[in-house]
């Protein structure tokens, strides 16, 4: 049996070698056992050098929204900070990392962000209050707003529930269960904002499974401007927040078996229980 070219060892004799074509220099720093030269890999372990001494984006965001936060400790209440390229260019971070140090800031209450001319970062003034069933929205500005936006929700929801009834199908049913497992999750890691952030998006999609365009639309701007404008979720003195979340994590999971089995009686009992009977905080 004649051996493959490729295998040939390096030792042997120059004729058993095959003569380079014309014109095409040989590479006598290439073995023809097909082994890389020895620097070949050096850019590639240098990458990946590089790469485990860099810091991960969630750190950068870290310590980008601690630099920002430095200067919130130093600047009034309603003080304006800059426009976010000022503020990302003194943080020294990418634009995706800095979005993402905005969003810890604005989640920790400590920044709004107003747009147009004249815009910008400001510091936080002291938050507006909103009561949810148990526990308080701090939001960034516009209470009334909000709490109207969650009392028109709560009126809809029987009306799309109906609908969902009707119309939710097993895949819809599926991405149901998804926020509910969300729900449970935040439930565990005892993270408010993080539940009520994954009860809105089930509520969207108990929306969207409506065929009536206009209540559906109308519903997620209603979501919309509530979540956009929230900041935290804090606990009432009646009950701990934990106890809360976890009591609205089994209602909603019972509503969407209830939905599951088109069981209507229990669902619009359910949704009734649901509604939150908002009112503002002093």
């Given amino acids: 049996m004649t051996a493959r070219p490729d295998s040939a060892p390096d030792s042997l004799p120059q004729t058993t070698q095959k003569a380079a074509r014309p014109g095409v220099r040989s590479r006598p720093d290439l073995q023809r056992s097909g082994s890389r030269p020895p620097d070949a890999d050096a850019p590639r372990k240098a990458r990946r050098h590089g790469s485990a001494s860099r810091t991960p984006s969630s750190g950068r965001a870290e310590i980008a929204a601690e630099r920002v936060a430095s200067l919130i400790a130093a600047a009034e209440p309603g003080a304006r900070l800059g426009t976010k390229e000022e503020l990302r260019t003194l ?4 634009v995706g990392t800095f979005n993402e140090a905005l969003r810890l800031l604005q989640s ?4 709004t962000v107003k747009p147009g001319p004249g815009g910008g970062l400001f510091s936080a003034e002291q938050s507006p209050m909103v009561r949810l069933g148990n526990s308080v929205l701090a939001l960034d500005a516009q209470a009334a707003d909000v709490a109207n936006a969650v009392r028109i929700r709560d009126a809809l929801d029987p009306l799309l529930i109906e609908d969902a009834l009707w119309h939710a199908s097993p895949a819809d049913i599926a991405g149901l269960r998804f926020q509910i497992e969300a729900m449970e999750q935040a439930v565990g890691a005892e993270d408010s904002v993080a539940f009520v952030h994954a009860n809105w998006r089930l509520h969207a999609a108990i929306a969207a499974i409506s065929p009536n365009a206009l209540l559906s639309s109308l519903y997620s701007s209603l979501l919309e401007l509530i979540e956009s404008h929230t900041l935290s979720v804090l606990p ?7 106890e809360y979340i976890a009591h609205r994590h089994t209602l909603h999971r019972d509503l969407v078996d209830a939905l599951d089995r088109r069981d209507r009686d229990a669902a619009l009992r359910l949704i009734r229980e649901h509604n939150t009977s908002l009112q503002a905080t002093e």
């Fill in 108 to 111: 920790r209450g400590l920044v």
């Fill in 91 to 94: 943080c020294e971070v990418s």
């Fill in 236 to 242: 009432t003195s009646e009950q701990p927040l934990g």
